[in-house]
């Protein structure tokens, strides 16, 4: 496997995408209201809170293993099991079908306000963009697992990441064109 530090084109690629998706979730939710927010559309589907919540641990959580997984030393065996796949890999966790369900440790527990929400949302997603941005290591020399994908290299992670935004960008605007959601007035 290759040792050598992203291309400066990997990280264009990446620190743009993890900003575009980040700040394209948070034109379409930030100026929503609490009913909004907290609006399910069934008992067992996310509200838009819950959605920002689990994206928010689960950034954290995935940025901590990668920060952990480089103060290791690689397995050159390893293979990424999307190897050479990126664009794939990305359109397959943006793709809404099939519906995956949550691992209980990043499901939501309402754990914060809405106005923390959008604290800790958008400090895990610029945590992870000053990362991405500063990484000099080989982030494609470290893999770690995927409960869905297998292993990933660091860097498909951090894409991961920025899929997994765009993912709930998508179930938000779900949320937002249910006929009975409770718009606050503003057409959108």
């Not at 928010?56 to 940025?63: A, K």
Request: glycine fraction near 6%.
């Amino acid at each position: 496997m290759d040792s050598q530090p992203i291309t400066p084109a990997e990280r264009e690629r990446l620190t743009g995408y993890l900003a575009r998706s980040g700040e394209r979730l948070l034109a379409l939710t930030r100026g929503l209201t609490a009913a909004e927010l907290d609006y399910k559309p069934a008992p067992d589907r996310w509200s838009i809170a819950e959605c920002l919540e689990h994206l928010t641990v689960v950034e954290n959580r995935v940025l901590g293993r990668i920060e952990a997984a480089l103060g290791e030393t690689p397995d050159p065996t390893k293979r990424s099991a999307w190897e050479g796949r990126d664009e794939e890999l990305i359109r397959t966790i943006e793709n809404r079908t099939p519906r995956v369900k949550a691992p209980e440790l990043v499901e939501p527990k309402r754990q914060w306000g809405h106005e923390e929400l959008f604290r800790q949302l958008e400090a895990a997603r610029r945590r992870t963009l000053e990362f991405a941005s500063a990484a000099h290591g080989a982030l494609r020399s470290y893999l770690l697992p995927h409960p869905l994908f297998g292993e990933l290299d660091c860097y498909q992670w951090l894409l991961a990441a920025a899929a997994h935004f765009e993912r709930h960008r998508a179930q938000c605007e779900e949320i937002l064109a249910e006929a009975d959601f409770p718009r606050a007035g503003v057409s959108r």
